[in-house]
């Protein structure tokens, strides 16, 4: 077994419906401007002024940044407290409502799906369904993720 | 119309089939760090050793990161160049396999869908299918992405 990764949760430690609290993250007019001059390079999301004008009525992030951000909130409270392999990918992200300038995103991670890889038995997918809302609690994006993950035993079947 | 967006292509100007080169990047070890930093902080996108114990085998871009900058690349080729109102959400992203350091990834946006909002019939909403490979053709990542778009007509039916 992987010395890094031992002494952290595997594949068999977790269990569908587990519930984790991914904290929060406040994000700023500088956050937005920075993220979206390097990722997304559109007015509602570079120019307070241009983005009046625009569908989301105000300087909002980029859809990309929650995204991230969130990302980044998964890996700090879950994703690296767990023998984590990598992302293997996602599906039916949303975006809801826009984050604005000052918005306090925070969320949760659902325990979707757990299963061993088939080609590889001694690896686990964990789906995760990310539900993140803003400080007035309405949702702002959903997504659901799959990660690959060390577990414990090989999963291979005994001989008998 | 918005005079901002006015000589850009809008939803009429768009057709299914359409395919949208959408350029290329190479990714530095800088990049990658930088990146990973922020967003995604695990050692086989921080740490060349650690990397290539790591199911990647060596440093390699968060998958993110992958998305973030192929995003740019559609933004610099094509959102930027029609009446985009921002993006809705994706679907089925699909990491293939690892981009390397050093690798360049190039790829594609095909038009798969065009529908008219049925709330909002003067927007319309465009989905793009992205395909990204590494400069040996190999496919590293895909996805379905869905935008809003203006449309020149309000797609109103006219009295009769």
Same mark, same amino acid.
């Given at each position: 077994m992987n010395p890094v990764?031992?002494?952290r949760r595997h594949y068999e430690d977790l269990a569908i419906g587990d519930v984790i609290d991914i904290g929060t993250t406040t994000v700023s007019k500088e956050m937005i401007i920075s993220f979206a001059?390097?990722?997304d390079p559109f007015p509602f999301h570079l120019d307070a002024d241009a983005s009046k004008a625009s569908l =989301?009525?105000?300087l909002a992030a980029?859809?990309?940044q929650t995204a991230a =951000?969130? @990302?980044r909130m998964l890996g700090d409270t879950? @994703?690296?407290t767990i023998a984590s392999m990598g992302g293997l990918g996602f599906s039916d992200l949303k975006w809801k409502k826009p984050v604005?300038?000052?918005d306090t995103i925070s969320g949760t991670a659902t325990i979707a799906e757990l299963r061993r890889s088939r080609s590889h038995p001694e690896r686990g997918i964990v789906t995760l369904d990310l539900d993140i809302r803003n400080q007035r609690g309405e949702p702002v994006m959903s997504m659901r993720l799959a990660n690959l993950i060390e577990a414990r035993?090989?999963?291979a079947i005994p001989a008998s």
């Open positions: 990764t031992q002494e001059r390097e990722f =989301l009525g105000g980029s859809g990309w =951000l969130s @990302l879950f @994703l690296n604005m300038v000052g035993d090989s999963g």
